[in-house]
């Protein structure tokens, strides 16, 4: 092994034991299934807006959206204007009425709890439902987030993809096994500050490199000038509204995403959901924007030294081995790391949770103790981790496609229901399951179709039947009970009857 790879090597290792040793702080401090599954709902604003910004990213805007830049030049910022817009409307619209409707709604810890909770289930099917559909998308979720680290162990470490990816996973399970949300999020904190300073230091480098920003558009324009048209296609194809919406259409997706939304949960008070959210939407504007500059920098960087670049996800590695010392290289590139484990842990601690408390609490044993859920919690950390592995060895795995699917997936089973669960009281338990379902199956059976409409992003048909079901079912059954409007009353007011801005 050679000095440099040496110093990226050790400074990986630090970096290892950093989060390791966050995740056994955080074991410490973890005693019942609410601080193991929630925090306890102790989050402050800065950790609970970079944990839900980093656990959104993952390796995607590393890898992912440079990747479509370095391909797509500035058809790009569809993209990335829909996430952005997204992210604030899900801070403005779902953060606040969702803190203190889950404590209301029988101080629900999941997704699957809080729609039985609110809609008094009597069926006995939101709950196991729901966890269904959260097991189902994760799996895929994980394994993109695992091919991510997969790709870096086998750049950084000259080793067999395979083997990089079991590397990887073993990283991600060591601290979330231990520590629960509160490891998942303080270390997501870290992650979240070292993935901003990366998509900042690397794009201005190489943008300097490519002689500055104005230099950097004249030489695009000499590579291929379509490249900085945002309404055609790198071979000068016109994009057509399909592809225009399908893009923008991303930001829906994040209404549903069970592991960002936890974090509003588990926030500590609705007054401190304002500047979470300012500091949530800076923190991703600046993300994007790095990430796309990387992209189109790199571009231009390959080209003048005449590099073929066979992955274009790869890309902000290149960079960073090119321009940097190992040192700062290995400390870039454990931000990849960092952005890989950010996700990946959440997702691993939200199918534990819906698997604990969803399936084997609700259905199996209500009796069981708080350290029994516990325990089984953290099998499901390892069983769901294999699983995602599994399907993440396929050394060909796109990150972006594998994220497209699993995000759509949750956007139009869980977003709709939970939109309109929040804002809507005529709304019924049976609209909110067949607005689950029929988001989940309409994604499922969308994705395989292709050609003229079936061509649109499957989140966007999913998203709208969804929204339709839950109307027409609920229009169409009896009132809710006044139970629920109960809980209204308490969200409209207010937490304690105060005047919360959040309201």
Same mark, same amino acid.
Request: with cysteine.
């Given at each position: ?7 990226? @090597? ?88 969702? &803190? ?71 990283? @991600? ?10 490891? @998942? ?164 601690? @939200? ?13 199996? &044993? ?59 009281? &005529? ?51 009896? &009132? ?24």
């Amino acid at each position: 092994m050679s000095a440099n790879n040496l110093t990226v @090597v050790l400074t990986f290792a630090v970096y290892f034991v950093v989060m390791l040793a966050i995740g056994v702080i955080a074991w410490k401090r973890t005693v019942s299934s609410t601080d193991y599954f929630l925090g306890g709902r102790s989050l402050g604003p800065w950790t609970s807006a970079l944990s839900a910004g980093a656990s959104d990213m993952s390796g995607w805007l590393l890898l992912g959206l440079p990747g479509y830049a370095f391909a797509a030049g500035f058809e790009a910022f569809w993209l990335a204007g829909g996430l952005l817009l997204g992210t604030w409307l899900n801070w403005l619209l779902v953060a606040g009425r969702l &803190r203190e409707y889950s404590v209301a709604a029988g101080n629900s810890l999941t997704l699957s709890e809080f729609f039985a909770n609110r809609f008094k289930d009597r069926s006995g099917l939101l709950q196991p439902v729901s966890a269904f559909f959260i097991l189902l998308f994760f799996l895929f979720y994980t394994a993109s987030g695992l091919v991510a680290a997969g790709k870096l162990f086998e750049t950084v470490f000259s080793v067999n993809y395979q083997w990089a990816v079991i590397f990887g996973t073993l990283s @991600v399970v060591s601290y979330t096994l231990f520590g629960g949300f509160l490891a @998942v999020c303080w270390t997501d904190l870290v992650q979240g500050l070292l993935m901003a300073a990366a998509l900042v230091i690397v794009p201005v480098i190489a943008v300097q490199m490519a002689g500055g920003g104005g230099q950097l558009l004249v030489n695009l324009e000499q590579i291929n000038p379509h490249l900085l048209n945002p309404m055609t296609s790198s071979t000068g194809e016109a994009i057509d509204l399909v592809v225009i919406i399908s893009l923008l259409g991303w930001g829906l997706g994040y209404f549903g995403q069970p592991h960002i939304i936890a974090r509003f949960k588990a926030t500590r008070s609705t007054r401190d959901i304002t500047i979470a959210r300012r500091i949530a939407v800076s923190w991703t504007g600046v993300g994007m924007v790095g990430a796309l500059l990387t992209g189109l920098a790199g571009l231009i960087y390959t080209r003048s030294l005449g590099v073929a670049v066979d992955d274009a996800e790869a890309i902000f590695m290149l960079l960073v081995n090119s321009l940097f010392h190992p040192v700062v290289a290995g400390i870039l590139l454990a931000a990849i790391l960092a952005a890989v484990m950010s996700t990946a842990d959440s997702q691993l601690l @939200v199918c534990s949770t819906a698997f604990a408390e969803d399936f084997y609490k609700d259905i199996f &044993r209500p009796e069981a103790s708080s350290r029994e859920v516990i325990r089984v919690g953290q099998l499901a950390v390892v069983i769901v981790a294999i699983l995602a592995t599994l399907i993440a060895l396929d050394p060909d795995s796109s990150v972006l496609g594998m994220v497209s699917y699993a995000w759509a997936g949750f956007g139009a089973a869980f977003g709709p229901a939970l939109l309109m669960s929040l804002f809507w009281q &005529r709304m019924t338990e049976w609209g909110a399951l067949s607005g689950i379902v029929t988001g989940g199956v309409t994604v499922l059976l969308w994705k395989p179709l292709s050609g003229g409409i079936f061509d649109l992003y499957e989140l966007v048909p999913g998203f709208i039947l969804a929204s339709v079901a839950v109307y027409l079912v609920s229009c169409l059954g009896p &009132r809710p009970a006044t139970g629920v409007e109960e809980l209204f009353g308490k969200i409209t007011r207010g937490p304690d009857n105060s005047s919360d801005p959040a309201w």
